[in-house]
């Protein structure tokens, strides 16, 4: 039974997006500048676009451009794997989509925790991109075996955290009083660590198996390595990103620049070298001393929403992606940047760019609502939409992309992982196994977003 006194699991969500950026702010500097940055944009995109500055305001997206922000962590084991989607669920973050990573070199799969309802992501879109290490692809048994061990004995999570998702998942919520506290005791699991769990022998051993094991297996736990805040004009940032003392990575992935955003363009900058300090003895800390190194993980990252594409229009998408990628393949070191943003313009010429033309094309997810008019004179239940749209009744709005894009997580991974660490794995997407290990299967993204357009025909009174 729900206790009376629970809080919505939104307000518990907004908590802790606040106490992450918070913490992230005063652990890597560079962010809040990039906050900064990213605000001052979008202030001036607005003042020079009051019709979008309407738009937004009237489909409510206004508000939550400032608080949005996205994350990232890496897990090591099944048993981190669950426990963190126990975790999330407390603040009403579900899982959402399979991303196979293997087949661009880097030996991980993912899933994003996040809001699904319209209401929720209304309230706070935070996310976090969530990875889990495949050690099946590292080739070398005893360094894997070695690994394991490492992971194995290690706890990510406080006793206080445990016992209150515990609670949360007996009463059918939290209190207010324990909902701080479990806001304290979880952002424990994303700190950073400047104390390697492991010899600096081993961590080298790892780092040359793959940077990205080393990552995961050397911490005490999953540092929250990037906070992403979301900009309207990603090429301005882009742009002023140097002026700001900040060098980002060389393209921005995702779909060119165009007049009707598409799905998600990314960019970021270089991850910070930090100094660690790892043991000096064995595994189990015999031997006593520290030896100081340094790590690279922590970077920052601003992203561009568009609009969520149906599997007509994603298809087309990824389609477009591989013949400009085929045309330019985008050189690590940045030298190829022009060339590759110039192919990717033309190539994806013939994807529609008025929003008209997306809808009718079946490319996008629109959430239409009554306009002025049409709540003047409420249409007759079951007119049909297009009709209602012709005559001005109803209106309609791009549906916002909440999720992530594989080959531009991948550009992402790799541009922090540094140009050394490109490695060819198989690709072996394995689904069925993430889910297994997440101990419950992962929402299907096209099904939110077509139940979304299917709610707001309905709440027009239309029928389509
Ligand atoms: C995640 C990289 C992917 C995104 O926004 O696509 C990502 C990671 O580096 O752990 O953050
Ligand atoms: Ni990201």
């Known amino acids: ?39 001052e944009v979008n202030e001036a995109v607005l003042a020079a676009d009051p019709a ?8 409510g997206g206004l508000d939550r451009i400032t608080e949005e922000r996205h994350g990232a962590i890496r897990l090591g084991t099944a048993n981190e794997l669950s426990t963190m989607r126990r975790l999330f669920a407390v603040m009403g973050m579900q899982p959402v989509g399979y991303y196979d990573l293997s087949e661009a070199g880097v030996p991980v ?119 992403t805040p979301r900009t309207l004009d990603i090429d301005a940032v882009q742009r002023l990103m140097p002026e700001k003392g900040i060098s980002p990575k060389a393209v921005v992935e995702g779909p060119p620049t165009r007049r009707c955003p598409i799905l998600l363009r990314q960019t970021s900058f270089k991850a910070l070298s930090e100094p660690v300090d790892f043991r000096d003895g064995d595994v189990d800390g015999a031997g006593g001393g520290w030896r100081s190194g340094v790590h690279t993980a922590r970077f920052g990252e601003i992203e561009q929403r568009g609009i969520a594409l149906t599997p007509k229009g994603r298809a087309l998408y990824d389609t477009l992606l591989q013949d400009s990628r ?74 916002v992309y909440e999720d992530f894009l594989p080959v531009s997580a991948a550009g992402i991974f790799q541009s922090n992982l540094g140009d050394d660490s490109q490695q060819d794995f198989t690709a072996s997407p394995n689904q069925q196994r993430f889910e297994a290990d997440l101990g419950a299967p992962v929402l299907n993204p ?19």
């Not at 913490?23 to 962010?31: G, I, Q």
């Not at 096209?446 to 389509?464: K, M, N, P, Q, T």
Request: aromatic share 8%; proline share 6%.
């Open 52 to 59: 979008e500055r309407r738009r937004l305001e009237s489909a």
């Open 109 to 227: 799969h993912s899933t994003a925790f996040r809001p699904v309802t319209d209401e929720a992501l209304g309230r706070n879109p935070f996310r976090v991109f969530t990875s889990l290490l495949r050690l099946d692809l590292i080739a070398d048994a005893a360094l894997r075996r070695e690994a394991e061990q490492v992971l194995a004995a290690r706890s990510i999570f406080t006793p206080g955290c445990l016992a209150l998702i515990g609670k949360a998942e007996a009463e059918g919520g939290l209190d207010e009083g324990d909902a701080g506290h479990f806001v304290a005791e979880a952002l424990e699991t994303f700190r950073w660590h400047s104390r390697a769990n492991v010899p600096l022998d081993l961590y080298h051993r790892l780092h040359d198996a793959h940077r990205l094991i080393a990552d995961v297996v050397s911490f005490k736990g999953p540092h929250i390595n990037h906070l």
């Open 1 to 39: 039974a729900t206790s009376p006194d629970v809080i919505s699991p939104d307000a518990i969500r907004t908590l802790f997006s606040t106490a992450m950026s918070e913490m992230y702010r005063t652990e890597v500097p560079a962010y809040q500048t990039l906050m900064e940055l990213v605000s």
């Open 326 to 399: 085929r045309l330019v393949a985008p050189a690590a070191d940045g030298s190829n940047a022009a060339q590759y943003m110039a192919a990717l313009q033309e190539v994806f010429a013939p994807f529609p760019d008025s929003w008209d033309d997306i809808r009718r094309q079946g490319l996008g997810y629109f959430a239409y609502s009554l306009t002025e008019a049409g709540r003047g004179t409420p249409p007759a239940p079951g007119t049909d939409l297009e009709t209602l749209v012709e005559s001005g009744l109803v209106r309609f709005d791009p549906v």
């Open 446 to 464: 096209f099904d939110l977003y077509a139940e979304v357009e299917r709610a707001s025909i309905a709440g027009c009174g239309a029928a389509r």
